[in-house]
């Protein structure tokens, strides 16, 4: 895909998504939108997560955060969407459900690493982390993200790590990381709806693929 055709299919998604008479938020995302075509001009974002990054932009900035696209957290981490307001600092990201050909023998225990070792690296430098996911499948996310650091499991923590140092040693995670790790919520992005919605880790976890497909 051109830079060209990446500009214009974001341009597509606004148009769906903005009213004409919000000229605020369409100004915001209008910026978020030139930041994610200069990142694609100089081959650093692809089109599908580009698309589910302004689609989930617009709910949190009618929550009232300031939001930026693709901001760097520290010198190794990058955050999709860090939004930031009064009460606090949120950084989503986004999982589009791509496995590299390499693990296309292991792609679920592959997913389930990788989600540890994202809520455990990024929950550390937000005051709220959160998820967002298409409704193609369910992300395999840990039962014990579903508890208060307090509550979770000596062997729940190292079995967690265990799996991440299987692909994860540069740097490694260590146990107190994963222990604090804290995961607020999940925003499932329908692109073909342009629908965003929001929900706490126990419903997502309980809810099927169907329930999430069908929901208005």
């Known amino acids: 895909m051109s830079n060209e055709e990446f500009a214009d299919d974001l341009d597509a998604l606004l ?11 369409a100004d915001r995302l209008a910026r978020l939108k030139a930041r994610l075509v200069e990142l ?5 974002v692809k089109i599908n997560h580009s698309v589910m990054e302004l689609l989930c932009a617009k709910p949190l900035i009618l929550k009232g955060y300031d939001v930026e696209v693709e901001q760097a957290i520290t ?3 990058v955050g999709d969407l860090l ?14 459900g791509f496995v590299p050909p390499e693990h296309a023998l292991d792609p679920t225990t592959y997913s389930r690493a990788r989600v540890i070792s994202k809520v455990a690296r990024y929950s550390a430098f937000c005051d709220k982390f959160s998820l967002g996911v298409p409704p193609l499948s369910i992300l395999p996310i840990p039962a014990f993200f579903e508890k208060p650091p307090r509550y979770r499991e000596t ?3 190292r079995d967690a790590k265990a799996l991440c140092d299987r692909y994860y040693r540069n740097p490694p995670l260590e146990l107190e990381e994963i222990r604090r790790a804290r995961l607020h919520s999940i925003f499932l992005i329908d692109v073909d709806r342009a629908y965003v919605r929001e929900v706490d880790v126990e419903t997502y976890l309980a809810s099927s693929v169907k329930d999430w497909a069908q929901a208005e």
Do not use: F, Y
């Not at 148009?15 to 938020?25: P, V």
């Not at 694609?40 to 650093?44: E, P």
């Not at 939004?83 to 589009?96: F, H, L, P, Q, S």
């Open 83 to 96: 939004g930031t307001k009064a009460d606090g600092r949120m950084i989503v990201e986004v999982e589009t």
């Open 15 to 25: 148009q769906r998504i903005c009213s004409s008479q919000d000229t605020s938020l």
């Open 40 to 44: 694609n001009r100089r081959n650093l």
């Open 155 to 157: 062997n729940e923590i």
């Open 75 to 77: 010198d190794l981490l």
